[in-house]
């Protein structure tokens, strides 16, 4: 089979702001074919620790274990748990995080995977070689909850004809391929005249739920604010305005108002800040101007795929105007 090719969107942004320095530590949460990790690797002389929950990336971290040696670690896991996940390895603190969240490229092309429907394959979408399948979400679970996940996390406002299309359909015959997946929303949903097939948007939400993407990257984004060191950056990069939407709450909740305790920066405490006894908190990341990058119009013409991407980008601790 010809390896599917996956081009890292909005790659040259990513290093500008990420600044990778000499003898810098950096985390690359979603290592897939290893694009950014590469870049961050080539623009100083640092070391990589670069995370994926997929075992089949192991095939692409060996040739940047071959061309930068210990410089470069890579971890079978999820990003969720990167602070564990690096703490095997001494490390407590880093200097830049990126995560790119969603389905890789490679992912889509390889029918056996089960994330598309263009190409018929195994009802599987599993980002890992471990837990619940699609189809065991689609033949399992009730209608509600089917249709739950189809409007929560795809956005289908037809959802719940959807779920009982599927149950009926499942009470014939099991589910168990991509085709006869999308074979029966797409008569639910018809659309003749949209533009993207009937059946992204459930497929969509079904590949969300089966990965817990939601959880993984709320848990991420906590765990990447446990590990940069002061003046520390985070790049997210996101597909879906879910996605995006989780990442603004976060950055935003974090820049200047009432939280949780930093372990990098000092608490203020009195009445001079919001009430005797009660603890305020210096902003704790600061966002650049503009805060978030779209691909360009060139980049999208090269790679159709990047036209759904949003960059955020944010810095720990300390101001950076750029």
């Excluded at 090719?5 to 600044?19: A, F, I, N, R, T």
């Excluded at 971290?61 to 930068?68: D, M």
């Excluded at 490679?106 to 890992?128: N, T, V, W, Y």
């Excluded at 689609?138 to 009982?164: P, Q, T």
Aim: proline share 4%; net charge neutral; with cysteine.
């Amino acid at each position: 089979m010809v390896e599917a090719l996956h081009k890292p969107v909005m790659l040259g942004e990513m290093v500008d702001w990420l600044s990778p320095k000499d003898d810098g530590v950096y985390i690359d949460g979603t290592f897939g074919a290893g694009g950014y990790s590469r870049a961050i690797l080539k623009a100083a002389n640092c070391r990589v620790f670069a995370i994926d929950r997929d075992p089949s990336t192991k095939k692409f971290a060996e040739k940047l274990e071959q061309e930068f040696g210990e410089r470069f670690v890579w971890l079978l896991g999820n990003f969720s748990d990167m602070c564990s996940l690096v703490a095997m390895h001494g490390v407590n603190a880093v200097n830049g995080i990126v995560l790119d969240i969603g389905v890789s490229s490679m992912q889509i092309d390889q029918s056996e995977r089960g994330f598309s429907f263009k190409k018929d394959g195994p009802l599987d979408m599993r980002m890992s070689d471990s837990g619940q399948s699609a189809a065991d979400v689609v033949n399992g679970l009730g209608e509600e909850e089917l249709a739950d996940i189809f409007y929560y996390y795809g956005e289908e406002k037809m959802s719940r004809k959807i779920a009982s299309a599927i149950v009926a359909a499942r009470n014939v015959a099991p589910i168990e391929r991509t085709s006869q997946l999308a074979d029966i929303i797409r008569k639910v949903v018809g659309g003749k005249h949209m533009k993207a097939d009937p059946a992204t948007r459930s497929f969509q939400g079904l590949r969300i739920y089966v990965n817990q993407e939601f959880e993984s990257l709320e848990n991420g984004l906590k765990a990447a604010e446990d590990l940069l060191a002061p003046s520390g950056r985070l790049v997210v990069v996101t597909f879906h305005s879910l996605e995006d939407r989780i990442v603004k709450r976060f950055t935003h909740s974090r820049c200047g108002k009432l939280g949780e305790h930093s372990r990098h920066l000092p608490s203020m405490v009195g009445p001079q800040h919001s009430g005797v006894g009660s603890e305020w908190n210096a902003p704790r990341f600061f966002l650049p101007k503009p805060e978030k990058r779209i691909p360009s119009d060139l980049e999208i013409g090269e790679n159709p795929r990047s036209r759904s991407a949003t960059m955020r980008m944010m810095s720990y601790g300390k101001v950076a105007l750029v």
